[in-house]
């Protein structure tokens, strides 16, 4: 049975124990969450998730039926890939000691820059497409970065 990955966002209402839900669905019927991302829709009283999940297509469509059942959601969009845009972002530090351009020139070629500089570290960030953050994270290992912080996809139709 073939797999493929999807990105699924839910619109909630913005009250406690609504992540515990749609965790809970997941987690009771054994589906996996490769990357969740929840925060408040700026006008207010709801949340945007976004789901990153991995599973055949029946799979996939009886999470999104799941989905629509739970309550207090509002909205379930299962994005195509090709009408999507799906951005992630990572932090890394880097000791003081590595080149600051050569990070800086390949921060800007991953759509980033540098986020700080302090006595001991320089503190990178990128904000792209999942692929592409995590070939940023292969390129930067020869600079010997001491910490990595990767966030989960945000996803908006285009």
Known sequence: ????????????????????????????????????????????????????????????????????????VLKVIDHEREKTIEKELALAKFPISESLSDIDALCRAYNGKIANVGEDFIVAMVADEPDRVGNFLKAIKKYNPKEIVRSGVVAMER
Do not use: C, D, W
């Open 1 to 72: 049975m073939q797999t493929e990955r999807r990105v699924i966002s839910v619109v909630v209402l913005n009250e406690h124990g609504v992540l515990s839900r749609i965790s809970g669905l997941f987690a009771g019927r054994g589906y996996n969450i490769e990357s969740l991302t929840v925060a408040p829709i700026p006008s207010g009283e709801y949340s945007h998730i976004s789901i990153v999940t991995i599973g055949s297509a029946k799979v996939l469509e009886q999470i999104v039926k799941q989905l629509h059942k739970l309550i207090p």
